[in-house]
T-cell receptor, first 113, second 111 residues
């Protein structure tokens, strides 16, 4: 596609429920990031995928968070047993050549009530 | 672990005044990127700096990479209301592919 697509754009869920967030990167982009951005805050690194290499999961805040990506295609970020502190915008970014920077999606705004 | 700090956190300027944000990394960087995030939007890539002491310009924006490759700055000359937003630097340490974003500087321009 023309850009990075994320779905859903908004998600309201009850505390304790599981949620799955989806990211469709730009075709051909081998690198993919997930970041979390709380209201008025900076970007918190969560996980990084590069081609078929093992992902860098060092930013995942707890074992409730997991992410998958098959090859250079879609990625999903799953949050189990959501907590109120998980409320944030989850941003996905992809790149073919990092020297040209990363293209961000519009994000999924997650609200846990 | 690698940390990237930016100062100031917030900056309010009158339209026409200059603005500078500074980015400091705890580790030596391979390269650094700058992004702009408009209110309610997502970060958009502005530029990448690679060489020690490198300076790049984009119209009224001047980007600089420090000699030690641990700090960087973004300077905007004669700010306009369209410059409003949060400016982030993102640094990549040598030997890694991971970009760590700075804490961001939120710019408000008063007309």
């Amino acid at each position: 596609g023309a850009g990075v697509s994320q779905s859903p754009s908004n998600k309201v869920t009850e505390k304790g429920k599981d949620v799955e967030l989806r990211c469709d990167p730009i075709s051909g982009h081998t690198a993919l990031y997930w970041y979390r951005q709380r209201l008025g805050q900076g970007l918190e690194f969560l996980i990084y995928f590069q081609g078929n290499s093992a992902p860098d999961k060092s930013g995942l805040p707890s074992d409730r968070f997991s992410a998958e990506r098959t090859g250079e295609s879609v990625s999903t970020l799953t949050i189990q047993r959501t907590q109120q502190e998980d409320s944030a915008v989850y941003l996905c970014a992809s790149s073919k050549d990092s020297s040209r920077g990363y293209t961000f999606g519009s994000g999924t705004r997650l609200t846990v009530v | 672990g690698q940390q990237v700090m930016q100062i100031p956190q917030y900056q309010h300027v009158q339209e026409g005044e200059d603005f500078t944000t500074y980015c400091n990394s705890s580790t030596t960087l391979s390269n650094i990127q700058w992004y702009k995030q408009r209110p309610g939007g997502h970060p958009v890539f502005l530029i990448q700096l690679v060489k020690s002491g490198e300076v790049k310009k984009q119209k009224r924006l001047t980007f600089q990479f420090g000699e030690a490759k641990k700090n960087s700055s973004l300077h905007i000359t004669a700010t306009q209301t369209t410059d409003v937003g949060t400016y982030f630097c993102a640094g990549r340490a040598s030997g890694t592919y991971k970009y760590i974003f700075g804490t961001g500087t939120r710019l408000k321009v008063l007309a």
